[in-house]
């Protein structure tokens, strides 16, 4: 009887589970019209900055807000900025490192998050790029002094992550994605914070930061309220609301990869502090069009993944035709502040080609603003970066962050952060 249940159990779970196959041909992509940034939801053209910013860019916004990443609920009650451990001569003399110890209150419950800051030594005002990491701060760094995470970790066994904890073993395992020595010596700063600190990514939201606003019934947040991209954005607002009052930092560019990129991006739209946002193959939900359903779609994502987003977006699985927007116009809303968005080649889950487009599509409003983005006869090559207000590269290779995309990040950002 209990094998026969368990039998049940499988064949129900995989139904339940089943993921449609992804479309990688682009003759079966389906015809659709993109929605044009300039033209409002009434009908009426835009056609210039003032009618942009009063209407336009609200109503693009406020449609993201609730229909796809989730309204933040409130404000906190109450934040806090302690600086836990310092040293100035840290990387053989190169920078200083300090880590910051951030508190979040609300209705008496707390959260504590970890900042850890590299600042190069010699460059007294310092451009900083800020940017989470998937399994703590440790990890980017082989550096001894970097505090090892407490907060839940997602098992991973190259990374030498179990139990769901970090420890010692995994300090320095993601050193490839961050070439820390390199940013150092052309003058950037680097800001990191692991994600799982503000909310642990995973289907649950009896944790993180959701769990500190709830009513005493309340367990996890209302319909059009943050899911967990929308948490990791206001988590990179108060990163930013401790490197906007350090003294040596001029600017701050937020940076993500993946589901990071994603937050990345909602965090540059929804902070105008920051001067500049990357997007590092940040794919569906993030700088990919939806309407094209290649690779990942709708239904792939709010499926494997409902905690990313606000309740609402499920109804667009397989109704993208339905939506009134698409996401280059979650790009247009950066305007007019520098955004890079980068693709991998053989990244077709995340449709490097849709991230391009997507690019291409949000330039316009670049322009209104006087600013170069791309135009619509940029060609869509590998390892070519074209780089203006709004930059675009497609590397060679996989899914992932390599010294080539720091490398083409840095000389873009020599551009406007120095
Ligand atoms: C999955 C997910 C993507 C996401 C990626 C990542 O592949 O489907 O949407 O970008 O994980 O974060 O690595």
């Known amino acids: 009887m209990k094998r026969i249940t368990s039998l049940f159990f499988i064949i129900f779970s995989t139904i339940l589970l089943a993921q449609p196959e992804a ?11 993109v929605p044009d940034p300039l033209t409002s939801f009434s009908g009426r053209a835009i056609t210039d900055t003032d009618q942009w910013e009063k209407n336009r860019k609200l109503e693009i916004y406020q449609f993201f807000e609730k229909q796809i990443y989730g309204k933040v609920p409130a404000m906190l009650d109450e934040y806090s900025f302690k600086v836990i451990e310092q040293d100035n001569n840290a990387f053989e003399g190169k920078a200083q490192r300090k880590q910051i110890a951030v508190g979040l209150k609300k209705n008496g419950r707390t959260l504590n998050f970890n900042i850890l800051l590299y600042l190069p030594n010699g460059h007294e005002n310092a451009p900083v790029f800020l940017g989470y990491n998937f399994h703590g701060n440790h990890t ?53 914070v692991y994600y799982g600190e503000i909310d642990p990514d995973k289907n649950d939201f009896s944790d993180g930061l959701h769990s500190l606003y709830y009513t005493e019934e309340q367990t996890r947040p209302r319909t059009n309220e943050w899911g967990s991209i929308a948490a990791w954005a206001f988590g990179l607002s ?4 401790y490197l906007e009052n350090d003294t ?29 946002v990357i997007s590092n193959n940040s794919g569906c939900g993030g700088a990919a069009l939806s309407k094209r359903k290649y690779g990942e779609t ?11 987003f606000s309740q609402s977006f499920k109804k667009y699985s397989n109704r993208e035709e339905t939506l009134p927007v698409d996401q280059h ?78 490398d083409q990040y840095m000389i873009w950002a020599d551009t406007f952060a120095k």
């Open 298 to 308: 709708i239904e792939h994502i709010t499926t494997s993944f409902p905690h990313w």
């Open 140 to 192: 980017v760094t082989n550096d001894p002094k970097v505090i090892i995470t407490e907060a839940w970790n997602a098992n991973n066994d190259d990374l030498k992550i179990s139990n769901n904890k970090a420890t010692e073993a995994s300090r320095g395992v993601r050193t490839n994605r961050w070439p820390i020595t390199k940013m150092l010596e052309k003058g950037y700063g680097l800001a990191t």
């Open 238 to 241: 108060r990163a930013m609301d």
């Open 329 to 406: 116009q979650l790009l247009a809303l950066i305007a007019p502040r520098p955004l890079y968005v980068a693709s991998a080649i053989e990244d077709e889950w995340a449709d490097p080609k849709g991230e391009f487009l997507s690019s291409q599509y949000a330039s316009k409003v670049y322009e209104l603003y006087g600013k170069k983005g791309l135009s619509l006869t940029d060609v869509h090559e590998v390892d070519k970066p074209i780089q203006r207000t709004l930059a675009y590269h497609m590397r060679a290779g996989k899914h992932d962050v390599t010294e080539y995309d720091w």
């Open 248 to 276: 040596n930092i001029s600017n701050v560019i937020v940076f993500g990869h993946s589901r990071l990129g994603k937050a990345a991006l909602w965090a540059g739209v929804t902070d105008p502090r920051f001067s500049g």
């Open 23 to 33: 479309n990688y041909d682009e003759t079966r992509i389906p015809k659709f019209s």
